[in-house]
């Protein structure tokens, strides 16, 4: 887990701010639950048999005795929420959430044990152009963003039936060359081995590679759903790849999933990731619902953002230097004042000579100084000192000085 210092949090803050913006642009309302769940709706909707559930949960026994867990991820939550709220039954909803995650991993680059998400849930549609509107939604933001060179895979899992029906192929496939299996492999093969699929073992490709395709399998609504998706997403001008090893770790998942990524992230490339879980909302206790989601991750997301050039974005405006403490109710008192102006305001505070005190204002990336002594005091004005076009100082009255900064300002 790791702190998010100033600098990288105003990255954070742009990411939020715009993701908010293009959210709202699509019709999605800001929802909030627990960050703590009973650990049963995780077992539940994620998969007993899952990675994440049998290894990765922050799982503690509160002092009812009863089993709650850290949310690893936000779907099921939001989920949960919508059921017990009466939001989904007959309705069509867009909920959007942002905020920590929790899953025991081993932390390196992009992965860590504490991570931030937004994620995006749809109910009520279950046709592919709600699909489609969410990859859109997703391209929309890394333009706005300025983010490019992520690549788009997608993929088709079916219906929970016609899965079932493929995992015993793929078994049969996987015995054939149980020889070759690491050791996470051969603990899936009888648990989740769809997730084989996925592994990132270089040793493990060429078996990959020789295993029987899900899309072999499908059941022909799915093929017709996959197919109408891909036309649309043609139709949209986006670029993708099917990828039929795409699987996702989480057991929900039905027909569409997909995966934006980036080679700049080394092993975690993924950025955002979602499909559809049309099964999961009567899985957790609602009438049956359609939905479709994504997550994308926060923390590799700033990973692909610039540092802002310059003075931080949230940096004062203006930064009040107090010579002698005689001054100092007054000055604090001016600095209310130009705050209730709208200006960004810095007031010294401790003391110090003014040699300490400019070398504080440059520092705090401000573009005025303003200098109140008590020579300054008693003349009713303030000294104005342009920090950043190296001139000398003005005296401006106090009664002019919020004019003449916003005027400046401007």
């Known amino acids: 887990m790791n702190d998010l210092l100033p600098d990288a949090v105003e990255r954070w803050q742009r990411i939020e701010g715009v993701a ?10 800001e929802i909030r639950f627990p960050v703590v769940e ?16 049998e290894k990765e949960m922050y799982t503690f026994e509160d002092s009812n005795h009863e089993s709650l867990t850290l949310r690893p991820e936000g779907t099921a939550g939001c989920v949960r929420a919508g059921i017990e709220n009466g939001l989904l039954h007959n309705q069509v909803q867009r909920f959007w959430y942002g905020g920590p995650m929790f899953r ?69 496939y996987l015995e054939t060359r149980r020889a070759e299996l690491d050791a996470d492999s051969l603990r899936r093969l009888d648990k989740n081995p769809l997730r084989i699929l996925d592994s990132k073992n270089p040793a493990m490709q060429d078996v990959i590679a020789g295993a029987p395709e899900l899309a072999a399998h499908l059941d022909d609504e799915s093929r017709a759903h996959f197919a109408q998706l891909r036309a649309l997403l043609d139709g949209a001008g986006v670029r993708y790849e099917v990828n039929p090893r795409l699987v996702r770790g989480l057991d929900y998942y039905t027909r569409t999933v997909f995966e934006w990524a980036s080679e700049r992230l080394g092993a975690q490339s993924a950025v955002c990731a ?40 949230n940096a004062p405006q203006v930064y009040l230097a107090l010579i ?26 401790g003391g110090g000579s003014l040699t300490a005190q400019i070398k504080r204002a440059d520092r705090s990336g401000a573009r005025f100084a303003l200098l109140l ?5 008693e003349q009713h004005a303030v000294a104005v000192k342009d920090l950043r076009a190296g001139a000398g100082q003005e005296l401006v009255g106090l009664a002019a000085v919020g004019d003449y900064l916003r005027r400046k300002l401007a």
């Open 324 to 349: 002698g403490t005689s001054v100092v109710e007054p000055g604090l008192k001016l600095a209310e004042s130009l705050r209730d102006l709208g200006l960004r305001v810095e007031c010294n505070c």
């Open 274 to 313: 979602g499909g559809r879980y049309d099964g999961l909302v009567e899985l957790l206790g609602g009438r049956p619902a359609p939905a479709a989601g994504f997550a994308l991750g926060l923390e590799r997301l700033v990973e692909l953002l610039s540092p802002p050039a310059g003075a931080p974005a």
């Open 20 to 29: 908010r913006a293009v959210l709202a642009a699509y019709g999605y309302r």
């Open 373 to 377: 002594g008590q020579e300054e005091h």
């Open 104 to 172: 025991h991993e081993r932390p390196q680059k992009g992965r860590y044990r504490q991570f931030h998400q937004i994620g995006v849930e749809a109910f009520g549609m279950e046709g592919p152009d709600v699909d489609v509107e969410q990859i859109l939604m997703c391209v929309r933001l890394w333009r706005a963003l300025g983010v490019d060179g992520l690549t788009l895979q997608i993929n088709s899992l079916g219906t929970p039936a016609a899965r079932a029906a493929y995992r015993k192929v793929l078994v049969r």
């Open 38 to 53: 009973k650990t049963e709706l995780f077992a539940r909707s994620i998969g007993s048999l899952t990675d994440i559930v």
